[in-house]
């Protein structure tokens, strides 16, 4: 799963190897992996630009200015090894024109995940780490999502990746009561209906992408798909081919010849009246079938006298 939640992810959150700060200015590193503590930045293998693994000291003091880098800075959480902002119920992070309350200058989260590095963040994750990040995150995650709902690791694979990627962006014990009566009901076209997040930035992309996953994942129970099968991006239809309509087989039953209808004991009418023997005639032709003109071949037309083809009329 690992490799197609890094190509679901990368566009959604980037792949950053250094500390930065997200759209609400908490500090972050590899595919939106929070780093809510000093302690859980210093826990990871940190390098400098040689490539030799960086002290704590180091790793302390830049996580400190990423986070103080933002205009919802507080100082003093940072100072005790806290995020800026504990909650993800706060404001984002992205008021036009807003500069740190600490250093002065414009906000990092302002200028996108990438300003950090820019500035402050020299020390770097190799890809191994993140990739190391990421898949602890993911079985972490998936862990909770299995204890909330039991039936969870026999869902087809687009509903697993998409609940995947809804306990990323809030959180595998986020309280969506309707969410969560969907899935524990295997109605995923009704848990596609309220998988909507609330947020700017790359959120209304991924919940695009979380309702294909899930309505994928309602076809692929109803039409009796592999579950095993990842179809995403290919957005499943639910439209079944229609058969071309073939005319209907020429009757074999023999043709009948209906009685002519019964004499009328009615007088007829006049017999000399000449619109209706015109109007009996026009109908008669009507009826007639289409004249048929057969065309000879050449060898049959011969002169009547000389029995030669086409002799010009100048035979003796």
């Known amino acids: 799963m690992i490799a197609s939640w890094v190509l679901f992810s990368e566009k959604l959150e980037g792949l950053v190897y250094s500390v930065y700060a997200d759209l609400k200015g908490l500090q972050t590193t590899g595919m939106g992996n929070l780093l809510p503590t000093l302690a859980s930045s210093a826990a990871l293998p940190w390098r400098r630009p040689d490539g030799s693994l960086a002290p704590r000291a180091e790793i302390e003091a830049e996580w400190r200015a990423v986070g103080l880098g933002c205009c919802q800075a507080m100082p003093d959480r940072i100072a005790v090894g806290l995020q800026s902002i504990p909650g993800a119920d706060y404001e984002t992070c992205r008021w036009p024109g807003k500069r740190s309350p600490t250093t002065g200058a414009p906000c990092y989260a302002h200028q996108g995940h990438r300003a950090s590095e820019a500035h402050v963040a020299r020390l770097r994750l190799r890809p191994e780490d993140v990739d190391a990040l990421i898949r602890r995150k993911l079985a972490s995650d998936w862990a909770i999502l299995r204890g909330r709902w039991p039936g969870a690791d026999a869902w087809p694979a687009d509903a697993q990746m998409a609940v ?5 962006g809030v959180g595998p014990r986020a309280n969506w009561p309707l969410f969560a009566r969907a899935l524990s009901v295997g109605d995923f076209g009704a848990a596609a209906n ?6 700017v930035g790359s959120i209304p992309e991924r919940n695009a992408k979380n309702k294909l996953l899930l309505r994928n994942a309602a076809l692929v129970v109803a039409r009796g798909f592999d579950r095993d099968v990842l179809y995403w991006p290919t957005a499943l239809s639910d439209e079944r081919p229609t058969e071309p309509e073939l005319p209907a087989p020429p009757s ?3 043709a009948t010849t209906e009685p002519p209808p019964p004499a009328s004991s009615e007088p007829a009418g006049p017999a000399s009246s000449p619109t209706r023997v015109a109007d009996r005639l026009v109908d008669y032709r009507a009826e007639l079938p289409a004249p048929t003109v057969t065309v000879l ?8 006298l000389c029995h030669r083809q086409s002799c010009g009329g100048d035979c003796p």
Not at 164 to 168: I, T
Not at 194 to 199: F, I
């Open 194 to 199: 309220e998988v909507s997040m609330r947020g």
């Open 164 to 168: 995947a990627s809804w306990a990323w």
């Open 297 to 304: 071949p050449d060898t049959l037309m011969r002169c009547a």
């Open 252 to 254: 074999s039953a023999p």
